[in-house]
């Protein structure tokens, strides 16, 4: 897997289109664990009540803590989750998942077990007659070079063979010390450090042609305008789930955002 964004590819979306079957939802940064069971419970709302009858739903990213391999779909906790994923694909909601820093292991049994079609990172798609950008979005964030130099290393494919080689729970054991380590180290960066770099987005926007950017990774919620020219490029950055949990809804009439925290009943 690499991480050039001269490679990235476009995603043809003949036949679910959102002005022919209905809005296209994106939602990241879940962090589903079994030690955090509200966002675990906003899932399975979400599934069984928003996503239900939608058009396409993507998922970018950072949907688990920590995904380690595809042996782990044999976890219950995964399993129940994979099994509500399954259920969405069935009922005729087509799903993307577009992997990110916490979940890039994520691999093609769990895209049959879920029903769902695997993206890269970044991939443009045609919404509604808008070209746009996914990506899960810590690839824009240039300005944390040691956390690019760590990206860099777990995408490299012979360092995934080799993780993937050792046994289930040594895999589990280094990836619960990295995310600590991980949190030690975010004590020591500026807020800026961490966000997405602005000529990074740009590059990227230019170099691609969209005019729509969608991302993840930052827990940053909000809308962008970025003025090009005579031309207005909107990013949108999609909020985490540890505790209202929300979505972008994009259809003919453009994208908003939606959360999830009123009237779900969930405490």
Same mark, same amino acid.
């Given at each position: ?66 995904? +380690?391999?595809?042996? @782990?779909?044999?976890?219950? #906790?995964? $399993?129940?989750?994979? !099994?509500?994923?399954?259920? /969405? =694909?069935? *009922? ?61 290393? +777990?995408?490299?494919? @012979?360092?995934?063979?080799? #993780?993937? $080689?050792?046994?289930? !729970?040594?895999?589990?054991? /280094? =990836?619960? *010390? ?81 959360? /999830?925290?009123? *009237?779900?009943?969930?405490?």
């Amino acid at each position: 897997m690499t991480d050039r964004r001269e490679d990235m590819t476009t995603l043809p979306l003949s036949g679910i289109s959102g002005r022919a079957t209905g809005p296209m939802l994106f939602i990241s940064d879940l962090h589903l664990s079994p030690g955090r069971p509200r966002p675990v419970k906003l899932f399975h709302h979400f599934v069984d009540t928003v996503a239900s009858g939608a058009g396409g739903l993507f998922i970018l990213g950072d949907f688990f803590e920590a995904w +380690v391999g595809d042996d @782990e779909l044999d976890v219950p #906790f995964n $399993a129940a989750i994979v !099994a509500a994923l399954r259920r /969405l =694909a069935d *009922s005729g909601t087509p799903l993307f998942f577009l992997p990110g820093n916490r979940d890039f292991l994520v691999g093609e049994d769990f895209a049959r077990a879920a029903g769902l079609t695997m993206l890269p990172d970044p991939v443009t798609i045609d919404l509604s007659g808008t070209p746009t950008m996914l990506s899960h979005g810590d690839l824009f964030c240039t300005d944390d070079a040691a956390y690019q130099a760590f990206r860099s290393q +777990v995408r490299n494919p @012979e360092w995934q063979t080799g #993780f993937l $080689a050792q046994p289930l !729970a040594e895999r589990q054991a /280094l =990836a619960k *010390s990295l995310r600590e380590r991980s949190e030690r180290a975010k004590a020591d960066k500026t807020p800026l450090i961490m966000d997405v770099n602005p000529t990074a987005v740009l590059a990227a926007i230019h170099a691609h042609g969209v005019a729509r950017l969608i991302h993840g990774h930052t827990h940053r919620p909000a809308r962008h305008e970025i003025r090009i020219g005579e031309k207005t490029v909107e990013r949108w950055v999609l909020p985490d789930w540890y505790e209202t949990g929300g979505y972008l809804l994009c259809d003919d009439s453009g994208c908003r955002a939606l959360d /999830l925290s009123l *009237s779900v009943g969930l405490s």
